[in-house]
């Protein structure tokens, strides 16, 4: 059974940084698709970045430049970087895994940037 687990989330004031993590298990990670979502209040939930098997990486608009997403096959992980931190990036954000062409989703990490 895959299970994605988060950490890293907090609070932080604008400008500053925060790196999440995502632990995955129950597959072969190396042949998974990872990615990063998010949802804020009465938002719909959203992509921020995703990263291929081939470590070919995809930003929203919103975040480009700002946030990095790197995978580690030997630890089963993926992590997203994220500086110079808006208030507007304020959501929880899940990790995400395609694999054997299905979808799997962590439980989510609360980000809580202030201003």
């Known amino acids: 059974q895959v299970h994605l687990v988060e950490s890293g989330g907090g609070s932080v004031q604008a400008g500053g940084s925060l790196r999440l993590s995502c632990a995955a298990s129950g597959m072969t990670f190396s042949l998974a698709a990872m990615g990063w979502f998010r949802q804020a209040p009465g938002k719909q939930r959203e992509l921020v970045a995703k990263i291929t098997v081939g470590s070919r990486t995809n930003y929203a608009d919103s975040v480009q430049g700002r946030f990095t997403i790197s995978r580690d096959n030997a630890k089963s992980s993926v992590s997203l970087q994220m500086n110079s931190l808006e208030p507007e990036d304020t959501a929880v954000y899940y990790c995400?895994?395609?694999?054997?062409?299905?979808?799997?989703w962590g439980q989510g990490t609360q980000v809580t940037v202030s201003s």
């Open positions: 995400y895994a395609e694999y054997q062409r299905r979808a799997y």
